[in-house]
């Protein structure tokens, strides 16, 4: 994948970001970030608490407000659209933390999630969808009339991926999936987030702390540091990069300049 700048306008960007500026109040959480996610691609963005990962994935969503720059989803600006508005274009946005609705059973989290592309799928085609999400989550089908809030949290987890992808989307943004979650059910995630890749063909956002499992999966990803995009490039080059390697996947530490 070339840098953004060498494909801009270019066919195969289904989102693209370009000089996005963000601010909470007088601070700017994001300071031109760009960045692009070809069509059936993963791309990862890495970076430590506080570099502005989870406010970009607001952004494009639609949940922050945009101070300058641009989000276009298949080259149309998108920039000003609500939330409910991009799932029916086929946008998924999957939250850090789950917020699941605890004191809703599993199948009416799903049934919300679906609430967005009532229009462009009928009931048939979201029964067929959740049956496919049991497929994913076999658990989740044996728990399907509990209540959320009463999950695991890997059980939670799996249900907030279920209910973003109950309406289809081409592209799912995914916040930290593996935050909190024990490192076999981070190898089940990651598990189904390749799958759901692969076999669907969905284009996936991923916002991840854990870098090593991040970019196994991923075809190109940024280092997003201070609200800034540091470093990018194809996942196999990052993993060899030392900046990458020292700051994020735990290799021997760079020698001061």
Known sequence: MKPIWERRNNIDALLSVENLVVAYGAVEALKGVSLEIPVGDVVAVLGANGAGKTTLLKT??????????SVRLMGDDIGKYQPFKLAGLGMSHIPEGRKVFATLTVEENLNIGA????????????????????????????????????????????????????????????????LGLAPILVQEIFKVIKQIHEEEKVSILLVEQNARKALSIADYGYILETGKIVINGPAVELKENEHVKAAYLGGARLKPQ
């Open 60 to 69: 494009i969503s639609g949940l922050m407000p945009i101070k300058s720059g």
């Open 115 to 178: 609430w967005g592309v009532r229009k462009q799928l009928n009931p048939r085609q979201i029964q067929e969808t959740k049956e496919w999400i049991f497929t994913l989550f076999p658990i989740l089908k044996t728990r399907r009339r509990q209540l959320a809030g009463t999950l695991s949290g890997g059980e939670q987890q799996m249900l907030a991926i279920g209910r973003g992808l109950i309406c289809k989307p081409k592209i799912l943004l995914l916040d930290e999936p593996s």
